[in-house]
């Protein structure tokens, strides 16, 4: 098992910028994939971006690239997505979620934990 537990989300005006993170405990973590997701209200759920078990090799959607980071820490155990220039559409709950075999892709079904979610919520 892995529990994965979100932080940081909040309340930020529009242009604003947040990092949100995800502590990892459990079963190793080194060896996962780590994928962050959205979902707005009234939306599915969304991939936004996912990062290898090295560090070395990511995946974002493409309407978000170049806005979004998402980074890890194995020595936390942690995984985080920087969110910079942040729009009113970027309004949602955001999940974290490990992949095993390093998986870092979009597929959410290739993810089998889970977080809670944090929620950010970016006024115009």
């Known amino acids: 098992q892995v529990q994965l537990v979100e932080s940081g989300g909040g309340l930020v005006q529009a242009g604003g910028s947040l990092r949100l993170s995800c502590a990892a405990s459990?079963?190793?973590?080194?060896?996962?994939?780590m994928g962050w997701f959205r979902q707005a209200p009234g939306k599915e759920r969304e991939f936004v971006a996912a990062?290898?078990?090295?560090?070395?090799?990511?995946s974002y959607t493409e309407f978000l690239k170049g806005r979004f980071t998402i980074s890890r820490d194995n020595a936390k155990n942690t995984v985080y997505l920087q969110m910079n220039s942040l729009r009113p559409e970027d309004t949602a709950l955001y999940y974290c979620a490990a992949a095993p075999m390093g998986y870092a892709g979009s597929v959410q079904l290739r993810y089998n934990y889970w977080g809670q979610g944090t929620l950010v919520t970016v006024s115009s």
């Open positions: 459990g079963r190793t973590f080194n060896n996962n994939g």
């Open positions: 990062i290898n078990w090295s560090g070395d090799s990511t």
